[in-house]
Nanobody
Framework: VQLQASGGGLVQAGGSLRLSCAAS????????MGWFRQAPGKEREFVAA????????VYADSVKGRFTIARDNAKNTVSLQMNSLKPEDTAVYYC?????????????????WGQGTQVTVSS
């Protein structure tokens, strides 16, 4: 089972990026999927999660109104549209899947993790 995250890069403050995560090896259509991030010297933190059906979403307060999570169960993918990026959004972003069906912000609810993609926002 593999989760492959992509779409990271360098962007100026106020800009946008779209992260994608493609799962292979098994289907996650019955599982929640999520995004977490880790900045240098900080703990990994929750960003956004989506339920198995896509009807339930939850966001960290710091990204509400700026980030949007979506999924395509037919393609076994999850995406994160990030708008109005700020320098404090700079981090390695990880996608996660499995464990529960509802959108959860707890990393312990996810059994599968991607390798991470770097997002750098310059001021």
């Amino acid at each position: 089972v593999q989760l492959q995250a992509s779409g990271g890069g360098l962007v100026q403050a106020g800009g946008s990026l779209r992260l994608s995560c493609a799962a292979s090896g098994r289907t996650f259509s019955n599982s929640a999927m999520g995004w977490f991030r880790q900045a240098p010297g900080k703990e990994r933190e929750f960003v956004a999660a989506i339920s198995w059906s896509g009807r339930g979403t939850v966001y960290a307060d710091s990204v509400k109104g700026r980030f949007t999570i979506a999924r395509d169960n037919a393609k076994n993918t999850v995406s994160l549209q990030m708008n109005s990026l700020k320098p404090e959004d700079t981090a390695v972003y990880y996608c996660a899947a499995g464990g529960v069906t509802y959108a959860s912000g707890s990393p312990k609810h996810y059994g599968y993790w991607g390798q991470g993609t770097q997002v750098t926002v310059s001021s």
